[in-house]
Nanobody, 115 residues
Framework: VQLGESGGGLVQAGGSLRLSCSAS????????MGWYRQAPGKQRELVAT???????NYGDSAKGRFTISRDSAKNTVYLQMNSLNPEDTAVYYC??????????WGQGTQVTVSS
């Protein structure tokens, strides 16, 4: 499974961004996809995940502001991020998990929120 992320960039506080993650390869084995982020000097943390049946889970920092969705036909997951603040600045990584307990990571996309 290969993951390709896009949509990161620089945005002002209060703005929005939408991240995309497209999966290719053995996509039939994927049962969960999601986003994690890592800020400088901090551990990687959960942002949001979505399962193959559409069940979503959000990290505390994302609740109420971010929305994860998927387009199964395109093997793509999206993360709509609203009301961004400087604390959201991080590298955002896409992750896919398969039924065989394999885990795949994208290379990451930088999100920078200016105050």
């Amino acid at each position: 499974v290969q993951l390709g992320e896009s949509g990161g960039g620089l945005v002002q506080a209060g703005g929005s961004l939408r991240l995309s993650c497209s999966a290719s390869g053995s996509v039939f084995s994927i049962n969960r996809m999601g986003w994690y982020r890592q800020a400088p000097g901090k551990q990687r943390e959960l942002v949001a995940t979505i399962t193959s049946d559409g069940t979503t889970n959000y990290g505390d920092s994302a609740k109420g502001r971010f929305t994860i969705s998927r387009d199964s036909a395109k093997n793509t997951v999206y993360l709509q991020m609203n009301s961004l603040n400087p604390e959201d600045t991080a590298v955002y990584y896409c992750k896919a998990s398969s039924s065989g307990s394999y885990t795949y990571w994208g290379q990451g996309t930088q999100v920078t929120v200016s105050s």
